[in-house]
Nanobody
């Protein structure tokens, strides 16, 4: 199986910065896209940023110019640098790995999606 472990959340003042990190571990053969989603109280989970196996990135409009996603393909990690944080960025942030191929013994399993446990980001003065 595959596990995603996030780190880096916390409390920050408006205008501040945080860096989230996520490490995927397990019997991983390949990962297509990795990304970050967030869910604020009373809202649905929404995509924030994604980076594909080819290095293409995409961001939700509300974070463009403020957040930067990056990935270490050798280590199966993904990070989200969040600058100029706003109170509306407050949410639980979830790491996501999509299009995952992993193996168990000789058997390969392709096309799976995995989630991290979530890390709280609070932007408040």
């Amino acid at each position: 199986q595959v596990q995603l472990v996030e780190s880096g959340g916390g409390l920050v003042q408006p205008g501040g910065s945080l860096r989230l990190s996520c490490a995927a571990s397990g019997s991983i053969s390949s990962i297509n896209a990795m990304g970050w989603y967030r869910q604020a109280p009373g809202n649905e989970r929404e995509p924030v940023a994604v980076i594909t196996s080819g290095g293409s990135t995409d961001y939700v409009d509300s974070v463009k110019g403020r957040f930067t996603i990056s990935r270490d393909y050798a280590k199966n990690t993904v990070s989200l640098q969040m600058n100029s944080l706003k109170p509306e960025d407050t949410a639980v942030y979830y790491c996501n790995a999509d299009g995952v191929t992993f193996y168990s013994g000789r058997t390969y399993y392709a096309g799976y999606k995995f989630w991290g446990q979530g890390t709280q980001v609070t932007v408040s003065s």
